[in-house]
Structure formats: structure tokens, C-alpha cells
């Protein structure tokens, strides 16, 4: 009989912390749907105002031991200051299972966000943790581009576009052919064309895929494509890695253009080319992607040109996509790539695009020194 | 008196002279290195070719100094240092920013060796002491890391207008400055290695700690050496591959932990110590590197010639650990 009566409390108790467990969970759902932090998510309809309250932005974002990253997360905090917004950054060091962590521990919290700005380490891998943001607040992601998957969970977009930054190459490359051609200069490759080799970034990476793909959709049957070769690290060292094996190899040939995923990479391209006698600019036309690094060789003429990928632009970009987002409510269908301006444009109460892409003006020896988008130089539009 | 000469002797495991096993084991590595050239060069378009020859040996340059100088750790039973890539990016770092203060990339050469040196020095007292140097140097591998991560905010340093790059473009009969100091590093490290008392202690100290200690041999004072050598070898592998590229930042040469230890251990240096050589080392850089190249020639995929290579040297250091182990029964 003791035995039975115990069990009997134990089921019951066993009972009754079940309900408890199940109203409290209840009542966590009810309280997040109503959270004040998310109010344009939840309800449909914005706040009809872009500042911003106070409210918090928290952001999910890789290490700024990396420059690009350091000027861009400054950026953010200086749009969200102007817009009157609350910024709390969290950094990974380029890890996704960190950045999983990281989600799931914030989230743990209880803590509210007016919207949450992600950069994921690995956008393939993302998914989950954005879908569990999805649910406590908007996502805006920047940077790595929105996968299949992970579009359902995704407010908006806003940033870097490595298919603009191929295609914004691919142009600058013919453009260059046809002034070579205009100074009667040959070409090496079959029926006149010019022998091309691409240093592209690692493989396997999702913005190396783009732009390799963008660059040959820019160039339809242009050039003779010698070789596509990944660097092992996305820097001058891995640069130079790939390209002093892979250029010996088409020496005999000869090479006209070698096309580098980025002015950081072809800081490595040039060092290679040199040693193997051939001299970048005259010789050989160095076409990059993005305007990342030392810019040295860009300025003495070594690489022919890069492609503008400002940091202060997409850090700001992002923050002002989400308070739009929060104004409004809403989202616009369909992809925009925002002007090139002197002036920073004014940031209306309207919804913002599904995609919002920065611009990718080509950069030169010649008119680094006289760039002005909104009202920065060069150097200021790539936080230096 | 038993010198300690003679105890090294006794303690580092050598077969007996004539044996066929101690050929095959002494000369598996160069056998081997001279065959992948031979069969390259016979099926591989372009393999032989001065340029590419030539590109070989640029490559292996930097892995190789700091390969050869962290031998002489290894052998000494200290494992590997863990905190290569983050302490070559330091001494490439110091070595551009003394070269823009003071004009000359000597001295900032000088200061990158020096800087190294003392870390290795500081490394290798807390080793010596007997802490683990897995963990010792990975930790001062991180700590370095974030030093340099956090000094610099991941901007790009330069040399500025100082003209650092006739360090690695100077040239004598068109092979740049750093293939002859990865020869002439070899050839010093081999020297001292084989042929010198604290070579000897680095030895006996890795065949046997207990023996060495009662032999009157210090461990620290031994280690220490070990990571001297170590030092000078970062400090000029970080200088060079600076002056190579003109830059540095702090995420920089994040695989060349890994192609430095690839390279010791296909070299055949023994992990637990008291076996191994720093030309052999070299020759494992050398070789590391002529394999990736004969596959990117063939026009492998970059996956391929990764999973290749680590392949090759899984298979390597298994048949040199069993070659080893029956030479010394």
C-alpha cells in the first residue's frame, strides 16, 4: 500500500510540473510574439519612422581581426548611432558551429531585438540559425548571399553582390582588350584572343563560385581561358601560392590577362608574375574583383583594376535596410543595386527590396585619388 | 669519465653500418625525391622546365627554413611548435614595420630576428621546465595571434615606401635570394645538428630525457638551444615572405602550421625524438611541394591534389615509423 501511494504522487507530481512546463512555454511563446523588440516582424505593419528608439540591432557577424570587417562592423555602429539605434555585435572567428553557438546561447537569453543583422560564417550551413532568429525577430542578412534554403527565413538582403563584382570585371576586362587592341597590341591565344588566367578564390567557396561564373557570363567567347586556379587562402599569400605554380606552366604559351577574385590576391599575382619575368601592366593585364589590401600595386599601375567592394557602404547598407524594414513592415520583391552618388542618399520611410546590392565602380591607378561616393574618398570608403 | 659523445652515441638509435635496412631507411627520403623528379619530368609537360623548377624552389623556400629550424625541437622530444603561422606573421609584421621606420630592410630583418628569438627563448624555458609544448606553444601561438590581430585591427602593414622586396627578388643566376638561404639554413642546421655538443644533446636529450638528465645534460638549458634555432629560423621565414609579398596581416598563412610539420614528418624526423635531421626535413619540404606541382600540371583539381598529397604523406610516415622501427631491433 506505501508503494502504491507513493506512485501515485509521484505521477501526480510528475503531472502537475508537466502542466506548469507547458503553461510557462506557452506563455514564453505568447510573450515572444508580442515582444517590443520585434514589433514590424510580428505585426505586419512598421513603426513608420526610421529612428529607431533605441532599439536594439544585434548583429551575428565573423572576426574583425579581418580589415573588411573591422571598418564594416564601425560602420554599422555609426549608422545605427545616426538612426538612433542600439548595436550589440557578436563575433565568430570564421566558424559556423561558433556562430550556431553563439545564436542559440543569445537566444537563450530572452533578450529582444528590433532586428537581427547576419552575416553567417558559412551561409551553407546557416540555416538553422536562422530560422531559430526568424522567429524572435527579422533577419537581415549581408554579405554571403541568401541560399535557397534559408530564403524562407530571411527578411531581406543587403550588400555585397559577387555576381555584380564578376560581371563589373568581366567589362573591365574587355574594356581593357579593346584599349590594347585600339594601341595595336596582339594577342597570344588562338585566332587572335587573349590567353586568360583566373586566380579565383578557394574552392568550394560560395563568392569564388559567383564571381568565376559572373566573369564568363560578362565575357561570352572573349578569351581563351588557359587555366581556373584556387588560391588556398583568400590573401597576397595564397595569391601567390597559386599563381607561382600555375604561371611557369603557361609561360610558353603566354599569358595576356590573369583575372584575380581580389586586389588582396593579386597583390600575391604580381609578386609571381615578376619572378617569372613578366611585368604586370605591360606585359600582363591584371584584372580584380574586390578592393581589398595593400594598395600599392593598384596605384603604380601593376594591377590594371579592381572592383569598389566597400565595407563602410555594406555596414551601413544593412543597418538601414533593417530600419527600413522596421518602418515599414514590408518588403518589396524583386533586386536593386543601389547608385553610385556624391551624396549620401537621404533614407525615406519605404519598403526595402528583397535584395539591395552595393555598387561596384571599377577602380584605377588613375581615378582612385578623385573617388567621391558618399562624400568619402577611396581610402575613407575602405575604413582606412 | 663516459663523455657525453659517446652516450649520444649509445642512445641514439642507430642500426648497425652495412645494413640494408639502415640504407633503405637513410636514403628512402632522397631515393624517393629523385624518382617523383625523374618520372615528373618524363610525363609531365613542362615539369623540367627552368621556370617551373624554379617556382618549385620559391615554394618550398619559406616551409622549408622554418621546417629545418624546427627540427632541431622534434628531435629533441618537444614535439612541434603549434604557434608556427601566428609567429611568422609576427616577424613579418615587425620585420615591414622597422623596415618603414628605419629605411632598411636589414634592420628590420635584424628586429624580426631578434624578436623571434627572444619568444623562442621565452618558449622554451617553459618547455624546458617541463610543461607540455603542444600546449605552451599553442597557447603563445594564440596569444600572438591576438596581439598582432589586435594591434594592427586587421589592416594590411606595409613597408610604406621602403623598398623591402630585393630580399626576395635579388637574384644570382635567376634563382631569388631565398632558395640560397633555405640551402645555406639547411647546411648550418645540418652542421650544428650532427656535428656539434649542444647537436648531440638535442639528440640524446629526445632518444632519452632520464639518460640525458644523469648524464649531466640540462634539459632546459637543451631546449632552450632548441628553440633558438627554431626562432632565427621564423624570424628570416617571416622577414622573407613579407619582403616577397610587400605586406602582411594578421590572418595571413593560415596553412603553414600544417606544411611545416607535413614536411618534418615526411622528412622522417622522429616524433618522440632522438631521430631525425634537418636536411632530411628539407628534403620532405622539397618534396611536399614537387608533388603538388607535378598534380597541378596534370591539371588535377585542387580537392584532388590536396587529398593526393596528404595521402602520400600519411603512407611516407607510416613506412618511415616501420622502417625505423625494424632498423632498430
Known sequence: ?384 | MTSTTSIAANFTARPPRGSVVRFVNSYTLPLLLAAVFIASAISTPDFATFANIRAILINTSIVGIIAVSMTAITISGNFFSLGIASSTVLAGIVFLAVSGLTGSALAGLGAAIVLSVTLGIMQGLIVGAGLNPVITTLAVGSVIYGLVAIATKGAVVTAGSVDVAWLATWNFLEIPLPVYIFVLFTAVAWFLTEHTLIGRNIHLLGANRATARNSGISPQATTIWAFIAFGIGLGVAGALNASQLHQMQANDLAGLTMDVIAAVLVGGTAVSGGEGSPTRSALGALLIVALGNTMLLHGLDNGWRVFLVGGIVVVLVVALHVLRKVSTR
Open chain 1, 1 to 384: 500500500m506505501h508503494f502504491s501511494y507513493a506512485r501515485a504522487w509521484r505521477k501526480i507530481a510528475v503531472a502537475v510540473l508537466a502542466t506548469g512546463l507547458l503553461t510557462s512555454t506557452a506563455a514564453c511563446s505568447t510573450s515572444s510574439s508580442a515582444a517590443p523588440g520585434a514589433p514590424a516582424a510580428s505585426q505586419g505593419k512598421g513603426t513608420g519612422t526610421t529612428d529607431g528608439g533605441g532599439a536594439l540591432l544585434k548583429v551575428f557577424m565573423p572576426s574583425t581581426s579581418n580589415v573588411y570587417l573591422a571598418a564594416a562592423s564601425q560602420s554599422i555602429k555609426d549608422e545605427a548611432k545616426a538612426l538612433n539605434y542600439t548595436v550589440n555585435i557578436v563575433e565568430n572567428n570564421w566558424d559556423q558551429t561558433e556562430q550556431d553557438q553563439q545564436v542559440q546561447e543569445w537566444l537563450a537569453t530572452g533578450e529582444r531585438a528590433a532586428a537581427v543583422l547576419m552575416w553567417p560564417a558559412g551561409a551553407a550551413a546557416a540555416t538553422n540559425s536562422i530560422r531559430l532568429l526568424s522567429a524572435q525577430a527579422p533577419v537581415i542578412q549581408f554579405n554571403n548571399l541568401v541560399t535557397p534554403e534559408a530564403s524562407k527565413y530571411v527578411t531581406a538582403y543587403a550588400g555585397v553582390s559577387d555576381t555584380g563584382i564578376g560581371k563589373e570585371a568581366g567589362a573591365n576586362a574587355l574594356a581593357a582588350v579593346e584599349k590594347l587592341k585600339a594601341e595595336g597590341v596582339k594577342f597570344h591565344g588562338p585566332g587572335g584572343k587573349p590567353n586568360v588566367v583566373e586566380i579565383r578564390f578557394t574552392a568550394g567557396y560560395a563568392a569564388g563560385d559567383d564571381r568565376e561564373k559572373a566573369f564568363a557570363e560578362a565575357t561570352p567567347g572573349a578569351f581563351n581561358m588557359l587555366a581556373v586556379e584556387p588560391t588556398p587562402t583568400v590573401d597576397a599569400q595564397g595569391g601567390f601560392k597559386a599563381a607561382s605554380q600555375v604561371i611557369p606552366r603557361f609561360l610558353g604559351q603566354g599569358i595576356d590577362i590573369v583575372y584575380a577574385h581580389s586586389n588582396d590576391v593579386a597583390n600575391g599575382v604580381v609578386q609571381a608574375l615578376e619572378q617569372n619575368g613578366l611585368k604586370p601592366g605591360k606585359d600582363v593585364i591584371l584584372i580584380t574583383g574586390t578592393s581589398s589590401g595593400d594598395m600599392t600595386n593598384l596605384r603604380s599601375g601593376k594591377i590594371w583594376s579592381a572592383t569598389l567592394q566597400s565595407p563602410v557602404i555594406e555596414g551601413a547598407l544593412v543597418v538601414r535596410t533593417a530600419a527600413q524594414y522596421i518602418a515599414t513592415g514590408q518588403v518589396q520583391s524583386g533586386d536593386v543595386t543601389i547608385e553610385s552618388s556624391a551624396t549620401k542618399p537621404e533614407l525615406k520611410v519605404e519598403a526595402p527590396h528583397t535584395a539591395t546590392y552595393m555598387m561596384n565602380p571599377q577602380v584605377t591607378a588613375e581615378n582612385n585619388a578623385s573617388f567621391d561616393i558618399w562624400g568619402l574618398s577611396f581610402d575613407k570608403l575602405m575604413g582606412k
